[in-house]
Every structure is written in C-alpha cells, then in structure tokens.
C-alpha cells in the first residue's frame, strides 16, 4: 500500500488555514478531501471511513472533540490529528486521553506539520502491511502473530483456546528462538485482561535487590538514590498480563517473594509497610525444563506448583512438520517489503537446503536467514548463494554464524551508498525513507 492509497480528511472552517494545509498535503502527495464542519465530514465517514483525519477543535457547530469521538467508535484504527489555539491545550490534552494521535498549537509551522503527517501515514501503511500479510495466512494456520498448521502447533492452539477464558497462571516451555514471546502475547491479546497492559520481564542476570527494584517498585527516601516513588513492573501491570521471562534464571531469595505476590495477589513497594492489591495475569517462560530445576535443587517446588497451572510446551522448528514452507513464505514477504527488494520465492535448490537444516535457533535463526537472503538477493527469487556458506555446503552445524538483522541492514546501506556514489538524496529515495532517517542510519552505523 502507498501513500497514495491512505484516504485524509481535513475539517476546518478557517479557509485561510484549510487552504493553506491542503496544499502542504498536496505538495507531500497525499490526497485530501476538505470540510468546513462535522455533519457533512461524518456523513461521508459512516459511509466511507478515512485513514486520517485532521480537524480544528473549534468548529461552527459540533466541536473536534466530538468529531474525534464519534471517529474512534466508528473505527479505532482511524489516527486522529487534532488542532488547537495556544489557549486551549488542556482541552487538546482530553483530545489525547480520548484517541488521538497527536495535537498542534496554531500558528502551525508547515514544514512540523508535513514530518508529523508522514510520521502517521508511514505508520498507516506498516499496519495495513501487516494486516495484508496475515490475511495472506491461510485460515486455520495460526494463532495471533504465531504461524503454523502442523499437528504439533494446532494442539497448543486448542490448548490456548482452552485456558484463555480462565485466570490460570501458564508456563512456556521451549528452546530459544521457537517463539514463547509470541505465544505468550496471543495468550495476552485473547484473554480477558488484554484491555490492560502487558509487561514482560526477563529475570535472568539481576541482583535480587534489582530485581525486587524492577518488580515491586519502592518509596521516596527508601534507599539511597530513591529520589521520588516508583511503581514497579508488576504494579504497571496491574488489570494486564505480567510476562515472567526466563524464570528457571530468577534467585531462589526472589522466588520466596514472587510465591507470595501469587499467593496473596498483592505486593509491598520496597519502604513501604502498605500493600497494593493486583489483578494480573502470570505468564512464565524458560528455555529450561523447570522440573528438572525443581529435581536439582534450583527452583521451588511450590513456585513451580503454582505457576504450573497449565504447562504448554513448544516444539523445536524441525518438529513442525508442514510448517516451513509456511513460515519461509511469510518472512520472505515481509523481509522483501522492510527492504523494498523485488524478492518472491526460493529457488528449487534453496528450498532443499532449508528442509534439510536442522535450525538450531529454530525460527529466529530461519528469520535471520531469510531476512539476509533477501538483502543479498539480486534476482525474483533466493538463491544458493544468498544463503550462509555453511548452509550451501550442505553442512549443519550449531556453530552456524547468523547476522543480525541490525548487521544486514548496515550491509545493504553500505552498498546502496557505493552504488548510488554517497548521494543522499539518491539513497534515501532507494530506501524510501526521508534523509533525516537517512543520516541517523549513516551515523548509527558509522557510515559517513
């Protein structure tokens, strides 16, 4: 989808000001259709909903405000513009709590104007990407942002399906890189608690005073440095799903008190002497098998008990039977649109190198392969030599050397600017991304 394609409205009864806008919009490419007032904007809205609206809050008649409600429960998706005089910014900040994306103070500068607007339709057009790359899933294939058909992964999606409703504690179970993360998200995303946040926590490598720190929060003046109160990560996700990340990595001394915040369902701020009830969702996940840990002497038994509701267990790649091709499809697409490569399948003999892989960092590894592949790419489809060398001599070995994808993109903008000879405006255009982007990549990556 390009810009071309994301429909605005603008709603001011300021001519001079809708004039002026318009044009700035025009001049960036973007199409607008133009109100004086509400009624008419809202008539054509129910009818043929806009990607973005940009309205005054001071209008004849129905005011912005009203206007930015009755979008929003027409179409949440909808992102919100809204427009205010210097004296009115308490009312703008309502405009905020209530959906918008964002505010400007009149006089507007255009050039502040134009960055904000193509802030909002870049992000407009990546999540309709991602909506047309899900509907290109096949039904049945996936659960949220995880994909797969095989047998191993439908009987986790009936599972989930299962225990969604209830507020069970869940432990993830699986090797790095086969998507506990993304499971754990679904599982958030269908439940009961996914109107309130969700917070993920990794508890391996912190002290147990950081870790209380991190998870509990404390009062002002409790301990040296504690300059004012903060709330901790289990109290941001109260009403939400906390995520417990790496578990098995959590101190035993630590385990004691998170027992407790399971048991009682309320904590204590370091400092404090007052309890804060919670309402939350705990979700755990480990790479290791936490009963085995319990059997060593390296996690509690009873902690283990009570987060060992429900134990869902994810298989490694290569025993997802049916799902490569599945997923080598969905990463090819989405590495050839963040790379805008013209990239639109595998060759016969790429294909046979992957099935015969045995992915020991399961689908980050396949991610991170195909997403190099891509960059590498020179023709419409991956070839041999697009693929790490390790993999192309047939071998298979743990020690396979995966860039990341941060690497991979310092590659492709090292060779973009050779070829485009170091002329910025060239490359940005290649990139389509804004030379301002462009420098800050230049620069992240040591490039000038």
């Excluded at 958030?188 to 209380?212: D, I, T, W, Y």
């Excluded at 101190?251 to 007052?274: A, H």
């Excluded at 071998?395 to 050397?401: M, Q």
Aim: some cysteine; proline content about 4%.
């Amino acid at each position: 989808m390009d810009s071309s394609n994301v429909s605005i409205a603008l709603i001011d009864d300021d001519i001079t000001t809708a004039q002026r806008l318009e044009e700035g919009l025009i001049a960036l490419g973007y199409p607008v259709d133009v109100f004086a007032d509400g009624e008419p904007f809202l008539d054509r809205f129910l009818l043929s909903p806009y990607d973005l609206v940009i309205t005054d809050l001071k209008l004849r008649g129905m005011s912005g405000l009203e206007i930015l409600r009755r979008v929003k429960s027409k179409r949440e998706e909808t992102e919100v513009v809204v427009i205010t005089g210097f004296g009115s910014v308490d009312t703008a900040v309502d405009a905020i709590r209530s959906g918008a994306f964002h505010y400007l103070t009149k006089p507007i500068r255009l050039y502040e104007f134009q960055n904000l607007i193509k802030r909002i339709i870049e992000k407009i057009i990546l999540r309709n990407e991602a909506r047309n790359l899900r509907a290109s899933i096949p039904r049945g294939a996936g659960l949220g942002d995880i994909i797969g058909c095989s047998p191993e992964m439908n009987k986790i999606f009936r599972m989930v399906e299962k225990v969604v409703p209830l507020s069970c504690s869940i432990l993830i179970q699986g090797e790095s890189g086969t998507g506990k993360e993304l499971l754990a998200k679904a599982i958030h995303q269908l439940n009961p608690h996914r109107k309130g946040p969700m917070v993920s926590f990794n508890c391996g490598g912190f002290s147990n005073e950081l870790l209380a720190n991190e998870l509990f929060g404390h009062e002002r003046g409790s301990f040296t440095g504690a300059h004012r109160a903060k709330k901790g990560l289990l109290e941001a996700a109260d009403h939400g799903t906390v995520l417990l990340d790496e578990i098995g990595e959590m101190p035993l001394d630590m385990q004691v008190k998170l027992l407790r915040v399971l048991q009682e369902k309320q904590i204590y701020r370091i400092g404090s002497t007052k309890p804060i009830s919670l309402d939350i969702r705990v979700l755990a996940a480990s790479n290791k098998n936490i009963r085995e840990e319990v059997e060593k002497g390296r996690f509690r038994e009873d902690l283990f008990f009570r987060l060992n509701v429900v134990t869902i267990s994810l298989p490694r790649l290569v025993e997802r039977e049916g799902d490569l091709p599945l997923l080598m499809n969905h990463f090819l697409r989405r590495a050839a649109r963040m790379y805008q490569k013209e990239v639109s399948g595998f060759s016969q003999e790429v294909k046979e190198a992957l099935e015969k892989y045995h992915f020991p960092g399961n689908i980050r590894e396949l991610k991170n392969i195909t997403a190099r592949a891509v960059i590498l790419s020179e023709g419409p489809e991956i070839q041999l030599d697009d693929l790490p060398q390790s993999l192309r001599k047939g071998f298979s070995p743990d020690t396979v050397e995966i860039k990341t994808l941060e690497d991979l993109e310092k590659d492709y903008l090292r060779r973009v600017l050779a070829k485009k000879q170091h002329n910025r405006t060239e490359v940005a255009k290649v990139l389509g991304i804004t030379r301002s982007t462009l420098w800050r990549k230049i620069k992240k990556y040591g490039l000038e």
